[in-house]
């Protein structure tokens, strides 16, 4: 049994779009597929969420050596070029 990582879409997002995880252009078939309205990745995602501490830390410039993925999708809604940034990660289960 496959287990997958699932990112919802926005409403409005029609193929063609480009999806990228932390600035790295993803292919589709090759790193996710294309589901019910998500995005499906076999790998897995973090979405780190942020504590008062590492928020404080990160205010202050202190980094933190968290994992966070963000997957962020580019298209165009009425011929404007839009992007869905840091979009929720889904773990399966």
């Known amino acids: 049994m496959t287990r997958y990582w699932t990112v919802p879409l926005p409403s409005g997002v029609r193929t063609p779009f480009e999806v990228y995880v932390n600035g790295v252009r993803q292919e589709l078939g090759v790193d996710y597929s294309v589901s019910s309205g998500a995005l499906r990745f076999e790998r897995e995602l973090v979405k780190q969420k942020l504590g008062a501490r590492a928020w404080l830390l990160g205010f202050w410039g202190i980094g933190t050596y968290k994992r966070n993925d963000e997957v962020d999708v580019r298209y165009e809604l ?9 979009l929720d990660i889904v773990p399966p289960g």
Do not use: D, N, Q, S
Request: glycine residues 12%; aromatic residues 0%.
């Open 78 to 86: 009425e011929g404007r070029p839009m992007l869905a940034h840091a």
